[in-house]
């Protein structure tokens, strides 16, 4: 049985979906002599582009090249570095330290452009001395709609982004996902901590750290979207609106835990969680 009419048993909806993933495998189809790379992280979007890019290419390998840095948390390496195997890739690591970086540090509004500069320009030279001439991100469509100062690198550096290319939102690229049997196909987004604090707040890797704790506490504890903004001294609680009620039954466990965690003053956005909330009143 092929991988297209795998397709269309598991997921018998619009033509026009099946159309976009059909045109994303013959984009890999085309390209892979050039030697395909992907900017891999184990999140949904890359690791369905990294399942097609593989499916597609059998001249060699793709290659895909994992960033582990210190403001995404260092289990999800191991998970992506794993993944990328059993979808029959080349995994490759590039450990790199932005808290390195002074003006990274100081969170200003182009704090992304200035993180994906480092981290893709690392990923471009590593991808190029390795004959790996196709490099691409997991950039989707629903992207576009916010705040993303780092797609600038994009185009700067030329780096693809099929998903992007070929009108491909997030939703989206969850029901294909589902379709081909991945294991990311539900999983949440887990964007950089740096997104916790509001901009030109200093980056204090301890607090990202507690930060992270908690999200991952709150997780386990069976809430999806997660995330928790500070503004020093108060801690913002994001959570689906949906799941108000299931943390209102755990309240006075939320707040002993994450009150452990040193925050003193812990509050519920009644907004729900919502992606970008640190960037209202930003163009």
């Known amino acids: 049985m092929t991988v297209e009419t795998e397709f269309h048993l598991k997921n018998p909806l619009s033509s026009v979906l099946f159309e976009k993933y059909r045109k994303l495998k013959e984009f890999f189809e085309e390209n892979q002599e050039s030697g395909i790379c992907i900017a891999y992280s184990g999140g949904v979007d890359s690791t369905l582009l990294l399942k097609v890019a593989a499916d597609a290419s059998e001249s060699r390998p793709v290659l895909a090249v994992i960033l582990e840095t210190q403001l995404h948390p260092h289990s999800d390496t191991q998970n992506a570095y794993t993944l990328a195997g059993q979808l029959h890739a080349q995994p490759e690591i590039i450990r790199i330290d932005e808290f390195q970086d002074p003006q990274i540090m100081q969170n200003p509004v182009n704090r992304c452009y200035l993180c994906k500069r480092l981290l893709f320009s690392s990923l471009k030279e590593l991808a190029v001395a390795r004959g790996f001439h196709l490099i691409c991100d997991g950039t989707n469509k629903d992207d576009e709609q916010e705040y993303r100062p780092g797609m600038k690198v994009l185009k700067e550096l030329e780096i693809c982004s099929p998903l992007l290319e070929f009108g491909i939102t997030k939703s989206e690229v969850r029901t294909i996902s589902k379709a081909l049997g991945l294991p990311t196909a539900s999983v949440p987004s887990t964007p950089c901590l740096a997104t916790r604090l509001p901009y030109h707040t200093y980056l204090d890797r301890q607090l990202l750290d507690r930060l992270n704790e908690g999200e991952t506490w709150l997780r386990q504890k069976g809430f999806y979207n997660v995330r928790l903004r ?38 519920l956005d009644l907004e729900g969680f919502r992606s970008g909330s640190m960037d209202i009143g930003l163009q």
């Open 230 to 267: 500070y503004h020093d001294p108060i801690l913002r609680l994001e959570i689906d609106c949906d799941s108000f009620t299931q943390l209102l039954s755990q309240k006075n466990a939320v707040i002993d835990y994450l009150k452990t965690l040193g925050f003193s003053y812990i509050t």
